[in-house]
């Protein structure tokens, strides 16, 4: 099929076209389920769905590392956020319980990883840095704005930077687990090691590392 092109599209844009044709090509392409379907089949597991919260750093794909598969028929539900916080994952998670089993059953997996984007940084920095981006461009009033914006004011962002990964999981299940919304899930905090791709419960890496020092 041949794929219709806008001007200025970037090459690799158009490369992953292409590649989604002949993936949807391939003979062993089949449809899957209606959702109502597999929300239906979702809500009668006796142990509900995995959700799982990972990082969007492309270095870390949960699919890749938890060995997930559609022929094996494992694969879970996936949000990915900067250094997999919770706190910007919350209006999904909200929907996936509303249609699921509305935190009644099921396990949420935070999975937060070494060397991670939000650790070199802090939220001050990065506000700074987003400001700046368009202090030319604003007048006074909406620099005002675009600063409120950012400082989680009226519209609520927090922007997550943190220092070490297991004390960020270990904030972000504590919030999950605080909420009526996910009261009957199992909610469990995870480390990955970039270096060795190994993935942790996030108690066993921190004893792993105490001592251990710029990790
Ligand atoms: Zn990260």
């Not at 006796?46 to 028929?73: K, Q, V």
């Not at 070199?120 to 409120?148: F, H, M, P, Q, Y």
């Not at 990964?165 to 909610?187: A, C, H, N, W, Y």
């Amino acid at each position: 099929m041949e794929i219709e092109r806008e001007a200025e599209m970037d090459p690799r844009v158009l490369r992953y076209l292409e590649n989604n044709r002949k993936w949807a090509a391939n003979p062993e392409y089949r449809t899957p389920v209606r959702f109502k379907e597999m929300q239906k089949a979702g809500r009668e597991l006796e142990n509900g769905t995995i959700i799982i919260l990972a990082c969007t750093d492309p270095r870390c794909t949960p699919e890749e590392f938890f060995g997930m598969s559609s022929e094996r028929g494992n694969k879970a539900t996936i949000i990915r956020t900067a250094g997999a916080r919770a706190q910007p994952a919350l209006s999904t998670l909200y929907v996936l319980s509303a249609v699921g089993n509305l935190g009644k059953k099921g396990t949420i997996m935070v999975v937060g990883h070494t060397d991670c984007g939000l650790q070199s940084t802090t939220d001050v920095e990065i506000r700074k840095v987003l400001l700046d981006s368009v202090r030319e461009d604003l007048n006074t009033d909406d620099l005002c704005e675009a600063d409120e914006r950012l400082r989680g004011g009226r519209w609520g962002v927090q922007l997550g930077a943190f220092v070490r990964p297991d004390e960020s999981v270990t904030e972000d299940v504590e919030m999950l687990k605080r909420s009526p919304f996910f009261k009957g899930m199992q909610i469990l905090g995870f480390v990955q090691d970039t270096q060795t791709g190994i993935v942790e419960e996030v108690e066993s890496w921190r004893r792993g590392v105490d001592g251990d020092v710029g990790r």
